[in-house]
C-alpha cells in the first residue's frame, strides 16, 4: 500500500514552466513503477510519463523533449518538470504507483493550466 501527495501546479502563460511534486509514503525507490498521468476536459486520462524501480524512463510523444520524469531521494518524491509548455497541456495531473497485485494508486490530482 502506498499514500500519494501531489503538490505544484497552478497557472503558466505558455512557454513557461511548472514542477510537480508527488511525496510517497513508502521508498519510492521500492516502488517498480510510477508515472504521471493527466486528464483533460472531455479526454481520456493518459499517460505523460513513467519510471521504473530501475530509472528506466518513458514518455509521450507530445511531452518528449519537454518534460522530465525524475525521483529525489532526500525527500522521497516523484517529480515532473514540465518546460515550454502549451495551452493543450493543460489538463489535471495526477501522479500513480503500480505495485505487484494491487490496483494502480493515485494522488489527488493537480490542476495545471496554460494560459495568456
Known amino acids: 500500500q502506498v499514500q500519494l501527495v501531489e503538490s505544484g501546479g497552478g497557472l503558466v502563460q505558455p512557454g513557461g514552466s511548472l514542477r510537480l511534486s508527488c511525496a510517497a509514503s513508502?521508498?519510492?525507490?521500492?516502488?517498480?513503477?510510477m508515472g504521471w498521468y493527466r486528464q483533460a476536459p472531455g479526454k481520456q486520462r493518459e499517460l505523460v510519463a513513467s519510471?521504473?524501480?530501475?530509472?528506466?524512463?518513458t514518455y509521450a510523444d507530445s511531452v518528449k523533449g519537454r518534460f522530465t520524469i525524475s525521483r529525489d531521494i532526500t525527500d522521497n518524491t516523484l517529480n515532473l518538470q514540465m518546460n515550454s509548455l502549451k495551452p493543450e497541456d493543460t489538463a489535471v495531473y495526477y501522479c500513480?504507483?503500480?505495485?505487484?497485485?494491487?490496483?494502480?494508486?493515485w494522488g489527488q490530482g493537480s490542476q495545471v493550466t496554460v494560459s495568456s
Open positions: 500513480a504507483a503500480d505495485l505487484p497485485g494491487t490496483p494502480r494508486y
Open positions: 513508502r521508498n519510492i525507490f521500492s516502488i517498480p513503477a
Open positions: 519510471i521504473t524501480s530501475r530509472g528506466i524512463t
